[in-house]
């Protein structure tokens, strides 16, 4: 007989965790095929593993003690290295969550090179940690077992540094980004929440078995099971079926859009078969030697591909997505390929090099995009096969955006200005021509891209110490969804017709609003509340609580649409609750983030609002400072 533990493994305990590893497991093959998070396939497997380890230790309870070889193997190999299978799909989970989040320039190692580096740490993990598990179980002498337990020491060892790194970058990219990127709602942090709360546990469990192994046979932690089980096997369970709870895909979006490729850049053809839910070819080259070359590719043109897409398929189709206010979308009939959306454009090769650069940053945009902002960017990028403006209007926007993360990049300044420049003068032309079925289309989506450019770029060309109000925001998207709404009927793509047709709900001004009625009677003065401004400013704050309710369906951007002229005098006088109203219009604005085109724009207006506010008003302003991440600068020098 030989005394492979010792203690005697509990029966009950051990079938407990095999119903919970089991029943885990089957949820996390549903999630997974459901889903298509094939990375998350490692996960599964360390969970079964664990399963399967239990029964081991089952049958092993149940031999007691007259233990067999058979048992005490599948126990001591598969609870050993379930951890590490779980290891490597989170590793996976954050560099595809940071590329969706478009956060590449936070991450402390790129992306496309985070999951390669951690998986090949947790290989060499898994691989030390077999491969002495394996000699450990078939030691004959001491000096054998002792070998077996130095080597799975120094895979656990491996696994505790890369994971202490993992976790060190998850939240250096978790500090980077919640300073420096605040367009978007705090629910992106709950993943990473997830991460870190997985990761933990892992790493209590590693450093337990490292410390077991440092032990020995005969050491305090091998000596009762009690420490097996509230060191290795309750954490894992935690973390199997926390993760079938909290599954990554709730966060990452669906599945179905290819994330797992995200390694490599995704071409207009396969965006246009991600929003059909069809597979396009995966095989096409990334070699990226124009950009080290500084030659033009024919990135976009199926001719460069010698197998899978056919020539339709670089049709764009937008996004089949329906809401309270949207209907089915018919397929375009718009090529775009390269060679159509340059067609007749002069330039250097550097040039046309810099425009398809742009083009493709406005496609990335889109790519990671919601349903609703990717069938408004595909509208766009469609109608850009048509008019010489849009396209400008794209690439404008395009350098806009990028020049976000380096304000004080002259190319992209100069590159922004001028292509909006010709965007402008390409819609005064169409303008002058009149609305009509042919050219209502891009005018429509000219003047939504000059329009959204307008107000984000005024902060650039107004300044940090010029005078700028919200008010240019409401009278320039004002006067836009006017000629929007003018031009609906004409527009063939049903959606974004039905979207311009509707741009002007109507809602019930008379009941109180809430969450937002504090705005109405908030009186940091002893004077009484003017009644008159009170009556102005009630349907605002009522449309901001309608927007509010269901910022999905009732976009942030139609708040424009429901103000008076007399509450848009308000604001130019600075009237401190006209001003208040407009912080948390802003607020909206960055919750909601209809359109990735404005990232930033509602931290710098919510900024040059609070300087213009009464000190004795900030108090009121506190929820929307909160949510945009506002400091006082002032206060700082």
């Known amino acids: 007989m030989v005394n492979y533990y010792r203690y005697e493994p509990s ?109 090949l740490g947790d290989a060499i993990s898994i691989a030390l940690q077999g491969i002495g598990g394996g000699k450990l179980v078939n030691a004959d002498t001491p000096d054998d077992r002792t070998t077996g337990e130095n080597i799975i020491i120094a895979g656990l060892t491996v696994q505790i540094l890369f994971f202490g790194l993992f976790i060190a970058v998850t939240g250096l990219f978790h500090f980077r980004f919640a300073r420096n990127s605040t367009s978007r709602p705090l629910s992106w942090r709950r993943l990473l ?73 995704v071409e207009l053809s396969d965006l246009q078969g991600r929003s059909l839910g069809t597979a396009c070819d995966e095989n096409h080259p990334f070699c990226k030697n124009c950009i080290r070359k500084e030659t033009l590719c024919e990135y976009f043109d199926t001719k460069s591909r010698p197998r899978g897409c056919s020539e339709n398929n670089v049709k764009i189709m937008p996004v089949s997505h329906q809401s309270l206010v949207e209907v089915a979308i018919s397929p375009a009939s718009s090529n775009l390929s390269s060679s159509n959306l340059f067609a007749g454009r002069t330039g250097s090769p550097a040039e046309q090099l810099f425009e398809r650069q742009l083009l493709h940053h406005f496609v990335q945009m889109t790519q990671r995009a919601t349903d609703i902002q990717a069938t408004w960017s595909l509208w766009v990028l469609e109608e850009a096969t048509n008019s010489a403006s849009v396209l400008n209007g794209i690439l404008g926007i395009s350098a806009l955006h990028l020049r976000r993360f380096n304000e004080f990049d002259k190319a992209l300044q100069k590159a922004s200005c001028e292509y909006m420049a010709r965007a402008i003068e390409g819609h005064k032309k169409d303008l002058k021509c009149g609305l009509n079925k042919e050219n209502s289309s891009t005018v429509a989506a000219a003047c939504a891209l000059v329009s959204i450019y307008a107000n984000v770029d005024g902060y650039y060309l107004a300044g940090h110490d010029e005078e700028r109000m919200p008010h240019d925001w409401y009278i320039s998207f004002r006067r836009s969804m006017h000629l929007l709404h003018m031009a609906s009927p004409s527009i063939e793509n049903q959606t974004v017709s039905q979207e311009f047709k509707t741009i002007r709900p109507t809602i019930d001004k008379t009941n109180h609003p809430n969450p937002f009625s504090f705005l109405i009677y908030y009186n940091p003065t002893p004077t009484d509340v003017n009644k008159e401004e009170v009556s102005i400013c009630m349907p605002a704050v009522a449309y901001l609580s309608y927007v509010y309710a269901e910022m999905t369906t009732r976009k942030p951007l139609r708040f424009p649409a429901g103000l008076s002229g007399n509450f848009i005098d308000l604001v130019k006088a600075k009237n401190p609750r006209a001003l208040a109203i407009s912080g948390y219009f802003f607020m909206l604005l960055r919750q909601g983030r209809q359109f990735w085109l404005i990232d930033g724009a509602p931290e710098r207006e919510f900024d040059i609002i609070m300087r213009f506010l009464p000190k004795d008003w900030w108090p009121a302003m506190d929820w929307a400072a909160q949510v945009l991440g506002w400091v006082n600068q002032t206060a700082k020098e």
């Open 193 to 265: 929440v997830v991460i870190y709360v997985a990761s933990v546990l892992i790493l209590i469990r590693s450093l337990f078995r490292m410390i077991e192994y440092i032990e020995g046979h005969d050491g305090e932690l091998q000596s009762k099971e009690v420490y097996v089980l509230v060191l290795d096997a309750i954490p894992m369970a935690i973390a199997s079926v926390g993760l079938n709870l909290f599954h990554p895909s709730k966060y990452m979006g669906s599945m179905r859009k290819p994330l797992e490729n995200s390694d490599s850049e």
């Open 11 to 119: 029966l009950p305990i051990s079938i407990i965790f095999i119903v919970i590893f089991a029943l885990s497991s089957a949820l996390h093959l549903f999630q997974i095929i459901k889903t298509r998070a094939w990375f998350f396939l490692p996960f599964l497997v360390g969970s079964i593993f664990e399963a399967v380890g239990f029964i081991g230790r089952a049958i092993g309870a149940k031999q007691a003690p007259d233990y067999t070889f058979g048992p005490y193997v599948l126990q001591n190999l598969l609870l050993l290295l379930g951890p590490t299978c779980y290891a490597a799909s989170i590793y996976m989970i954050l560099g595809r969550y940071i590329r969706q989040l478009n956060g590449e320039l936070f991450s402390l190692i790129r992306p496309s090179w985070l999951t390669k580096i951690f998986l």
